[in-house]
T-cell receptor, first 115, second 113 residues
Framework: ETGVTQSPTHLIKTRGQQVTLRCSSQSGHNTVSWYQQALGQGPQFIFQYYREEENGRGNFPPRFSGLQFPNYSSELNVNALELDDSALYLC??????????????FGPGTRLTVT | AQKITQTQPGMFVQEKEAVTLDCTYDTSDPSYGLFWYKQPSSGEMIFLIYQGSYDQQNATEGRYSLNFQKARKSANLVISASQLGDSAMYFC??????????FGKGTRLHILP
């Protein structure tokens, strides 16, 4: 069974730039969720993708957007980067069935630094 | 109001002792789920244990057990016979309304030799 993978591991960007982070879900999982974890804080839910559509969103502005592909992998795009976007971005995959999403398994994360 | 409250920012425990990490939650969804995750310094979130709101028995996974007290809205994690490798951040989380999972602020656990 292949676990959740994320790329890149680390990334440094300049304020105003755009970034794309990638996530491959665990085999057998059909749902991907993205979280932002600032230093010393718990992860904050950004959004979730199920069947290639956004299925729930947290309090993040529209410049945070995503995609899910037919193979259930996913991308997180952030436009017009701000210094406060510096964080660990975690992707989690899970199985949604019967309308419920069960335990999520996380990838190793992408650490984004915005200068 | 916070959905997930972890009142212990940090804890120090002697190796081989049992440790209880506190978590209280707040939700109006009758069908919710509670999780505990471990996050070592490497950053990866490791799933430990899950408790559904309708589960009659407390969840257990090896050395981990979840002390679920529904009326008190409490879901404490108990680690028996702690080990040095248990030193990490521990997050309590709740799934409500089917999709998103809300995390607490975490407890940093230090196991002392």
């Amino acid at each position: 069974e292949t676990g959740v993978t994320q790329s890149p591991t680390h990334l440094i960007k300049t304020r105003g730039q755009q970034v794309t982070l990638r996530c491959s879900s665990q085999s057998g999982h059909n749902t991907v969720s993205w979280y932002q974890q600032a230093l010393g804080q718990g992860p904050q839910f950004i959004f979730q993708y199920y069947r290639e559509e956004e299925n729930g969103r947290g309090n993040f502005p529209p410049r945070f957007s995503g995609l899910q592909f037919p193979n259930y992998s996913s991308e997180l795009n952030v436009n017009a980067l701000e210094l406060d976007d510096s964080a660990l971005y975690l992707c989690a995959s899970s199985l949604t069935t019967g309308g419920l999403t069960y335990e999520q398994y996380f990838g190793p994360g992408t650490r984004l630094t915005v200068t | 109001a916070q959905k997930i409250t972890q009142t212990q920012p940090g804890m120090f425990v002697q190796e081989k002792e049992a440790v209880t990490l506190d978590c209280t939650y707040d939700t109006s969804d009758p069908s919710y789920g509670l999780f505990w995750y471990k996050q070592p310094s490497s950053g990866e979130m490791i799933f430990l244990i899950y408790q559904g709101s309708y589960d009659q028995q407390n969840a257990t996974e090896g050395r981990y057990s979840l002390n679920f007290q529904k009326a008190r809205k409490s879901a404490n994690l108990v680690i028996s016979a702690s080990q040095l490798g248990d030193s990490a951040m521990y997050f309590c989380a709740m799934r409500e309304y089917g999709d998103k999972i809300i995390f607490g602020k975490g407890t940093r656990l230090h196991i002392l030799p």
